[in-house]
């Protein structure tokens, strides 16, 4: 936490254990020198560790009421050095990473911030506002006890993001922790490699009928390079969005693509056809 990387090794050195952890929390030495690399952009303390003999159990390990992992934090820095290293240590690509459902769908997000950033913001924030998010700490500390109460406290918000030095400030924080989009594609290629579904199917809302796949997900995205390098790891562009009750109406790759208007795809759909 307080960024000695000296003090780090000299305790390592004498003992140290760098799988320890609270037990409440989930927290240890990964999780804080993962999020101080990710706050800070410093990942001296992390590079060290993953290279200290963390166990399988540490860099899958859940920490932080955000139940967040080791794999989630290298994924959001698109640091593909730690990514290839966490899976080597045998982190697991297909269970649960930050909101998404697995470490490749998460990846796909971020790609999509990257690649639209104010499209991908816009949808992201009406989610949030209308309480479609989970709750947070800072939900609680204004008093929100359920989910049904989020709403009206988000809402709030929107008076704050009015006056410039909010908005200057939430701005600027956005800026901060964005990367470049070639380093989104290369996390992507190296979980591809490990073996990540690129066929894994997740639904943005509990309650929605469509089952999206990061190869779906990357037809609506519009990025032709991405997608072609999904269909080279198994993905599957005929697998429907939704079902469909006649042979004439099928809700998949090439009709995602044609609803939000990505050329690019539509073409390279219909001519491999």
């Known amino acids: 936490m307080m960024g000695t990387l000296d003090d780090v090794k000299a305790l390592l050195e004498r003992g140290g254990d760098p799988n320890d952890y609270i037990p409440e929390s989930g927290e240890g030495p990964i999780s804080y020198a993962m999020r101080r690399a990710c706050d800070q952009k410093d990942p001296a303390i992390m590079n060290h560790l993953l290279s200290a003999g963390l166990?399988?159990?540490?860099?899958?390990?859940?920490?932080?009421?955000?139940?967040?992992?080791?794999?989630?934090?290298?994924?959001?820095?698109?640091?593909?050095?730690?990514?290839?290293?966490?899976?080597?240590?045998?982190?697991?690509?297909?269970?649960?990473?930050?909101y998404q459902a697995s470490a490749l769908c998460y990846a796909m997000a971020l790609f999509h911030h990257s690649k639209r950033p104010e499209t991908a913001f816009a949808i992201e924030q009406e989610l949030y506002l209308n309480g479609?998010?989970?709750?947070?700490?800072?939900?609680?500390?204004?008093?929100?006890?359920v989910d049904v109460d989020l709403p009206s406290r988000r809402r709030s918000m929107l008076k704050m993001m009015q006056i410039p030095h909010y908005r200057d400030l939430f701005q600027a924080t956005r800026e901060y922790y964005s990367r470049p989009l070639e380093d989104r594609r290369q996390v992507i290629e190296v979980l591809l490699k490990h073996g990540a579904n690129p066929n894994r199917r997740y639904r943005v809302q509990p309650e929605h009928l469509a089952e999206w796949t990061p190869t779906l997900f990357a037809a609506e995205i519009g990025d032709l390079a991405l997608f072609k390098l999904l269909l080279s790891y198994g993905g599957d562009a005929a697998l429907p969005l939704i079902p469909s009750d006649s042979p004439l109406q099928t809700y998949d790759a090439l009709w995602v693509a044609v609803d939000h208007d990505r050329r690019e795809i539509v073409q390279y759909l219909t001519q491999r056809v």
Do not use: F
């Open 132 to 145: 479609k998010t989970r709750g947070d700490a800072y939900d609680a500390k204004e008093g929100v006890a």
């Open 55 to 98: 166990s399988v159990e540490t860099v899958n390990r859940h920490a932080s009421t955000k139940k967040e992992t080791p794999m989630k934090w290298a994924i959001e820095m698109a640091d593909a050095t730690a990514v290839e290293q966490l899976l080597q240590l045998g982190a697991q690509t297909e269970i649960s990473c930050g």
